[in-house]
């Protein structure tokens, strides 16, 4: 696999935005997809890292651990960052 960065925008999950990298339409609908498929499998998760490790596989399934691991550590602070703009200093109550 590529660097993960150039890997992500070009497969369309990642974009840049300025000198802010923010995640695409394709990637939030497989956010969606992967907290839906840990929720109905009643996974107990509280780790961002979970929905997006799910999110990637689905994307990339033969990826390597490392490979896997790469991806995840790229895109945890860029979800963190759209999450934060979302939901402002809170993230809302369970």
Not at 7 to 35: K, N, S, V, Y
Request: overall charge negative.
């Amino acid at each position: 696999m590529r660097d993960p960065a150039d890997q992500l925008l070009e497969d369309g999950l990642i974009r840049r935005d300025g000198d802010r990298t923010r995640t695409t339409p394709r990637w939030q609908a497989a956010m969606a997809r992967a907290a839906l498929g840990l929720q109905r499998a009643e996974a107990p998760w509280g780790d961002l890292r979970l929905p997006i490790a799910a999110a990637l596989l689905e994307r990339y399934p033969d990826a390597t651990d490392a490979e896997l691991a790469a991806l995840v550590e790229l895109m945890l602070p860029v979800e963190e960052a759209e999450l934060a703009a979302a939901w402002g200093a809170f993230p809302p109550e369970p």
